[in-house]
């Protein structure tokens, strides 16, 4: 089981950036596939990003294509979310997520065993 702290939300204007980071530990970072999913109050647990155990295969939701970019740093055991252009609709707490091994499913949050704790984003208008 790996642990998961994820980190770096905060309150941002609508256009702004903000950069999330997800620091993991516990077994070898290198051989989990990561994700981010996000939920909004009143709302479902959402897809965002995902990226395989090597950093070779990335996905994005469609609501985040071309304003959101995935990262890992394997040295370092981090995954990373840059977060630009956002938006009031991008509020919600904002979760990292691991699974050992790649999956078909990287959309579905059950697809993961392991979660952080969250870090609110919250955009102003």
């Not at 897809?47 to 294509?65: H, L, R």
Request: glycine content about 12%.
């Amino acid at each position: 089981q790996v642990q998961l702290v994820d980190a770096g939300g905060g309150q941002v204007q609508a256009g702004g950036s903000l950069r999330l980071s997800c620091a993991a530990s516990g077994p070898p970072f290198n051989n989990y596939f990561m994700g981010w999913f996000r939920q909004a109050p009143g709302k479902e647990r959402e897809f965002v990003a995902a990226i395989s155990a090597g950093g070779g295969s990335i996905y994005y939701a469609d609501s985040v294509k071309g304003r959101f970019t995935i990262s890992r740093d394997n040295a370092k055991n981090t995954m990373y979310l840059q977060m630009n252009s956002l938006n009031p609709e991008d509020t919600a707490v904002y979760y990292c997520a691991a699974r050992y091994g790649r999956t078909e499913y990287y959309y579905h949050d059950a697809a993961y065993s392991d979660w952080g704790r969250g870090t609110q984003v919250t955009v102003s208008s």
